[in-house]
Each structure stands twice: as C-alpha cells, then as structure tokens.
C-alpha cells in the first residue's frame, strides 16, 4: 500500500467464515488499525445495500462482503441474496460515478477454506488499486 494514503474499509462478514474467532479480528485491527472496520453479521444475507452505501458515505473508500461458501449458508440462501444486493449495490454507485470495485463480495471455498485474515488482506490490496473517495472528506 502507498505509504501516504491508506485505504479504510469496511468489511462485513458472515460469523460463519473459518477463522472468523474475535482473537482474528482483534489482530486485524491491532495489524490495520483505523484503516479497517471489521461488522460480523449472523448470516450475510442479513446484510442490506444501505449498510455498504452508509459505509461508504461515512467513513469507507470502499465496502467488502466476506460470505460463507455458497451451498453451506445455515440459512440456505443467505449468501446468495447477500451476493444479489452487493451486486445491486455496485450498480447504483457507478450510475452515480464512483468506481463500481469499490463494493464487492468474497465468498468461500469449501473445498479450499481460507480464514478471515486471508481473505481480509486480499481486500485490503484490492482497495489499494482503487483511488481515494471522492465522497470523503480529507483532512
């Protein structure tokens, strides 16, 4: 990452996801510290377009979904429908011009689990790609 400007996000993630213990959350602030706020929700089809958009609007460059392996949601469909309205989501924000990237969903592999943090990295490098909002204010 650039070291002038990080990114801050905004991730949202099934409390099912491997590896999601509050021990792995707490080193991913301790390692990221402001620059990531970390919504474990019951079931990310619980999750609606207008927490990524207040995220984004509030304090995010960008508002990530880190969903359970599809066909292993305890709530049958949850990831599915969390996977619909992040797409939803991306869409409304590049009809009003922002980078449609900067909402995305991560799901799982059953076959390949990985945990929290892995995935939490990835994200933290793909928001790196991405400019610094313009919703934002700077100072």
Known sequence: MND???HTLAIFYCQ???GSSVQERRDLEKKYGKHIRLFSIPCSGRLDSVHLLRALEEFADASYVIACPEGSCRYFEGNRRAKK???RTSAII???GLEPERVKIITGSKENPRSLTGLAEELMEL???LPPSPVLKRS
Request: cysteine-free; charged content about 35%.
């Open 4 to 6: 002038k400007y990080k």
């Open 16 to 18: 099912n996801v491997p």
């Open 85 to 87: 309205r992040v797409e």
């Open 94 to 96: 590049g009809d009003i």
């Open 127 to 129: 928001a790196s790609q």
